[in-house]
DNA sequence: AGCAGTTTTGTAAAGGATTACATCATCCCC
DNA sequence: GGGGATGATGTAATCCTTTACAAAACTGCT
């Protein structure tokens, strides 16, 4: 009975106060003003479940991410909440742990919510819960999910240009004895970074040792691990690219554990571009994931799909490499230049 | 008409197929079956705003907290959420980048959703905003603000054991010339660390140098600014303490720009113990802020609000010193005990 | 003043679930 | 077999907005 309060105090219609308050054209200015008044001695706030009921939309978006303590997803949350939030649409927000068995419950959680949209921004997706999402009707867009973007909206990210920036580097440098600290088998990004430096490897008619190639769990822990892996190698690599920054970091503690010089004895490369890698020491070199536009396409590619447009094929966005220090010219060909290049 | 669809294929009422769905008790198991039945056939999941409309309650909780990509917060939404989605309840999260006047619209956009609850986790509140949630009758927790602690729920922090522990510690090394990096003056929780510092000094007989006090603004940026104030110095302090990590980092990257040794020549503490702080070099000694306990603490007082029952006044949360490796003893001292503790 | 054409405003029907209360069916036992 | 207790189900009001349609109030003009 709540606008209807508004609507006696303002002597009016609930018609011409909900007119008002959705600012539809046609109410006299005096009208208005008095409504308003009213609406503001009131204190009112209109009821969001009688509208929605109503209207059917809830101007709610869902956002599922893999891990909000990895700090690459609070600035792709941030991003996305703001477009949202000047929209008016509100975010409701889970992650899933990288696990990908949760990814249902989160979806459905969502769709219980009746969420307008939903962006599902992991590394993995499971597919039966986005099915959920199209029987209830409901849009989903993906990051960077090739094998499921025919069915689906995706924002692609094209790793293999990164990692081919990266290994122009790492060989104008001289290293050609260069390993890889891979995900887990079990997150589609992870395949696909392990998969694209495959290729830039091959593409740059350098071999590929399976032992260079050590898996991790995406976290600091793993990444320390991984590379222990790769220091006990004989011969082991004189460069390492990381899955992502947190894991180039662990590599990073676990050169320093060992006493390997980084970049000295070691180069090391990482994949994300978070703002930790601004900070270890060394600054770690790393390539850039572009976060914050593929916040802005998901949540364009969303508003496209409630409109009921096709999505419209976007190229893949770039990742690019940053240099900072945590590489130098490789051991061998640097006895021959004499350390032309200073660690950090 | 959804319900009555399912009604209908049941050959019950709306009343019965709504008992089944909410696990009422008294109706007849070969009923049930039927009604059972008939969801599944139809796929129908009930419509949550016209059950809210009815009911009242959402089971949604709003979170605000200050900044998102300060590795702080992630940990704290992530163990709000966790408990959050124990008991059913979804969470709507925003932040207000540290601006005490972007409360204010957080406060409307959770109300006008009628969250059932929301904690307040910023550095500052902005008292206005917490009436408009009075006035709508939605409880509210607020995270170590004392002076409203007498009208709103709150989690108080004990930042002064924690200074204590760290001038201790610092005394114990040796240092006597001790700054401060502070946070900006609009903050409550930045001027509390403030206060709980300078209390700290005298209660161990120290003199407060106002120049050795610099404000930063809580992030990497304003911490090397701050820090590069304090070195311009002279006398300048043999120790720092930042008033959070982040600022510590900054203060850091400072002292290797202007080639401090740290801990050598200057030692440096930090405040929260975000996952960074471990990470960057030297690895951070810090003062841990129990932020997995606050949000246990502030999810606790909200669904004891919502019974009706009158918060608990709990005893503050302590925060604690880790030891990591960026303090070692002061200069002074070190020449006198030739360096008894090395550099990390 | 009266008429047509615009503007403004009002009326009342959705929209979908919950729930107090009423009703009907059963069952037990005298 | 009837009265009362108990159990199962149904009826209809309610929650609060939005909005199609109807009605009223203006405007300008003859």
Redesign the interface.
């Known amino acids: 009975m709540d606008i209807l309060q508004v609507a006696k105090r303002a002597r009016v219609s609930t018609a011409t106060v909900s007119r008002v308050l959705n600012g539809f054209p046609g109410v006299r200015e005096t009208t208005m003003a008095r409504v308003r008044r009213a609406i503001a001695e009131l204190?009112y706030?209109?009821?969001?479940?009688?509208r929605?009921?109503r209207v059917g939309r809830?101007r709610?978006f869902g956002l599922i991410v893999s891990d909000?303590?990895n700090?690459f997803f609070?600035?792709l949350?941030?991003a996305f909440?703001a477009l949202a939030?000047a929209e008016k649409i509100?975010?409701?927000?889970?992650?899933t742990n990288y696990d990908p068995r949760r990814l249902q419950s989160c979806v459905r959680?969502m769709?219980?919510?009746?969420v307008d949209a939903i962006a599902v921004m992991t590394s993995e997706v499971d597919e039966p819960a986005l099915e959920d999402a199209a029987?209830?009707g409901i849009p989903v867009v993906l990051m960077n999910q090739r094998r499921l973007a025919s069915r689906y909206p995706n924002v692609p990210v094209e790793y293999a240009s990164g990692f081919r920036e990266a290994l122009d580097h790492l060989l104008a440098l001289g290293h050609r004895d260069i390993g890889f600290i891979a995900g887990p088998e079990t997150l589609y990004s992870a395949r696909a970074r392990r998969a694209a430096f495959k290729t830039a490897l091959k593409s740059h008619g350098l071999h590929v040792r399976a032992e260079w190639i050590a898996a991790g769990d995406m976290r600091?822990e793993g990444g320390r691990m991984a590379m222990e892996k790769l220091l006990a190698c004989d011969p082991r690599p004189t460069a390492v690219l990381a899955s992502n920054d947190l894991m180039a970091?662990g590599a990073l503690?676990a050169a320093?554990a060992a006493h390997v010089a980084v970049p000295g004895s070691l180069s090391i490369i990482g994949f994300d571009d978070i703002?930790?890698a601004a900070?270890?020491?060394p600054p770690l070199s790393t390539i850039r994931h572009p976060r914050r536009e593929v916040a802005a396409r998901a949540f364009a590619a969303l508003q496209l799909a409630l409109k009921g447009a096709k999505p419209d094929a976007c190229p893949a966005l770039q990742p690019h490499l940053v240099l900072r220090n945590s590489t130098a010219a490789a051991p061998a060909a640097r006895r021959a230049r004499k350390g032309r290049r200073q660690a950090g």
Do not use: C, G, W, Y
């Not at 509100?90 to 992650?95: A, K, P, Q, R, W």
């Open positions: 204190n706030v209109p009821n969001p479940h009688a929605s009921l809830t709610l909000i303590n700090p609070p600035e949350v941030d909440e939030a509100e975010v409701l927000f889970t992650h959680r769709i219980e919510r009746s029987k209830a600091v970091v503690q320093h703002p930790i900070m270890v020491h």
